[in-house]
């Protein structure tokens, strides 16, 4: 996958099932929220192998999370790596602060796998950096 030469690359992910994250690099010293790319690779039992299943099931996930605190921008079917799949843009807020981030999921099942490409930004840096993401995704191709 093509990324930013700036951006920093984790290949051992924080968090369980990340196969890889980049992070943006600082814009400034008040800049306390890197914007993040994050794939994720996932195992799905036979019963979660349709798309519609599994983005019905990651949507209400997402929705729990928030806990009605998310506003979506846009959803529905998209393509990733050459795939059939669901994608998800939202902005999610913190009680008492209003809208302060946005977050962009796209999702595919291929075999037995779901990928999931996962962006976060600041509300304010969304415009800024959602071209290098949108090329980022549209270089992503599966492992064969």
Sequence with gaps: MVYPT???????????????QFRSPKQNELDIFPE????VVQDLPPTM????????????????V???MMVVEEQGATTFA???????????TDPGEGPNIKLMH????SGFKAYQFN??????QWDVFIGQVN???????LEQ
């Design 66 to 68: 928030f806990e009605g």
């Design 106 to 109: 796209i999702w595919t099942i």
């Design 82 to 92: 050459g795939q059939k799949a669901y994608k998800i843009i939202y902005r999610g």
């Design 49 to 64: 192998l349709d798309l519609e299943a599994y983005s019905k099931t990651a949507v209400e996930q997402l929705a729990a």
């Design 6 to 20: 700036d951006w920093d690359v984790f290949e051992t992910g924080e968090t369980p099932g990340v196969a890889v």
């Design 135 to 141: 090329k980022m995704a549209g270089s992503f191709k």
């Design 36 to 39: 993040n790319v994050s794939i």
């Design 119 to 124: 962006f976060g930004s600041q509300l304010s």
